[in-house]
């Protein structure tokens, strides 16, 4: 006589699938091994499928959206599984090319939100596009022409961040009056909509932003000034380094600031951090980014963490991540294009059913060790800056490699400049073909796509090739070894390209973005046009 199903397993499906959808995705897909009864639960249920895959695939879903009401969960799924394919079953040889205006070919050029946005310090000139726009794409195109950016009479712009989704431009200015004697009344953010006619930004708590308290030097050392301006959702920061030494070509230390604000809140703050580098080199030393809303990574010697949580005092450091080895030129990629936050969260959901985690992502990190010709690219999980069991949130001294960094990375060599693009666990890096020799000075290169998230790697349905086994590299000048086991799928384009062909590499969730060099110009390393290719 067959026994009859007591406790949980005698509740209807519909509302055992209820209850497992309460569970996160691991645990999910662990109970589907425990009986027959609760897979069979598990293969019916279309929401719990896409739970697993969102989770597999670390993403997020975005929710309370029109999408809601036309978009069965079983379409999604689909969708979602096709997206994951796609990755490595594009065709790399189908693409387009975008012409970029002459003025701009040796412009500072970033990409946001499809948009290539455009700045030319020179001539204090600014320019944003679409990049090939769909029918369903926000749409921004806009010129500032040269001396328009500041508004402010004898202040000239040095460094602007866009932000299509939020309709925002940030100007950093610098206001060139002797008379000023404090850095703090010559420096400012201006902030505007990038349709905008000059006016105060709807969401903006003002038209400026002050800063306070920046270092300064004595006027008898020689400086170079470096700046960075970033921001995402709710936060603005502005970097300022200035290296200083007192003759010769060796530069003694390296004073930085960085203040940050809720510029939809307040247009003044006090979350300001500064340090200073001993002996570091011409070039950038230090980089920061974004970790989601509430969190900050300092990159330089070491990796700081810090929580900007509260504006109202100054970042809280959470966890040092000590770096294996001693670097310098650093440079942080992690784009969060497709991050849905605060403010931006509607206009996203418009466009898309899911989004990254910004606790489950990649960041890249280029960078080299000193007297290298090699490049190094660090690919890290942001998964261990919020692990409190590395240490995290406990303010240790200082996390040593071997407790952080092993299982949570890998590091590949590049021949001097990294060609690496990032998007959420995605990775696309320009290597040499096989068939180089030591004497090629221009070579050829084969792009590998590279997926890190835990489903490519579980299921990739004999799509690329799967690489669990660590691997290593040798650091000749410092004569060490580094071993790094992240999983990832790989799969390497039988299409080759030449050395002006990648110069950079940009990407997001849809598309790959190939800049070209400008060939007609042999001195100069600017970009006349970009390659669009669709995944």
Sequence with gaps: MKSRSTGFLALAEELQSYILSLLPYRDILRCTTVCRTLRQTYMSSSELQYITELGGQQLLPVSDTDLDNHTSISKRLQLLRDKAHAWFKFDIHSFENVSIPEQYHDAKTSLADRHLCLFNEDEQSAKIFPILPKPSQQRIER???????????????????????????????????????????????????????????PEAAGKTLFLSGLPRCEDSLYTIENWKLEGLGRHIAFRRSLLVHEGGYKFGEEIWFMQIWDWQHSTTSSCVLSDTIINPEVGESLDFCFLGNDRLLIVSKDLKLYSIEDLSQAPQLLACFLMPVSVTGIQCLLPMDD????????????????????????????????????????????????DSQAGVSDRMAGIPWEHWGPLNARIFVHNWRCRVGVSGNRVLQAFPTMNMTLVDEYPNYLLHMMDFSPLAVERRQGLGTV?????????????????????????????????DQVMD???????????????????SDGIAELEVIEI
């Design 339 to 386: 991050i849905a936050h605060s403010s931006q969260l509607q206009m996203q959901a418009q466009r898309t059913m899911w989004t990254s985690d910004p606790k489950n992502r990649i960041l890249s990190l280029i960078t080299r060790t000193r007297d290298a010709t090699n490049s190094l690219a660090f690919i890290i999980s942001t998964r261990i800056f919020f």
């Design 467 to 499: 690489v669990r086994e660590p691997s290593t590299i040798e650091i000749p000048e410092l004569e060490e070894t580094l071993t790094t086991s992240l999983p990832y799928v790989e799969v390497v384009s039988d299409r080759i390209f030449g050395v």
């Design 143 to 201: 010129d500032w022409p040269s001396g328009s950016l500041c508004p402010i009479p004898n202040a000239d712009s040095i460094e602007v961040f866009m932000d299509p989704a939020q309709n925002l431009i940030a100007i950093a200015c610098m206001i060139a009056d002797e008379t000023l004697e404090m850095d703090d009344e010559r420096l400012y953010i201006d902030l505007g909509t990038l349709d905008g006619d000059g006016g105060v930004h």
């Design 505 to 523: 590499i940009w990407v997001d969730k849809d598309r790959i973005y190939l800049p070209k060099l400008n060939t007609e110009e042999s001195d």
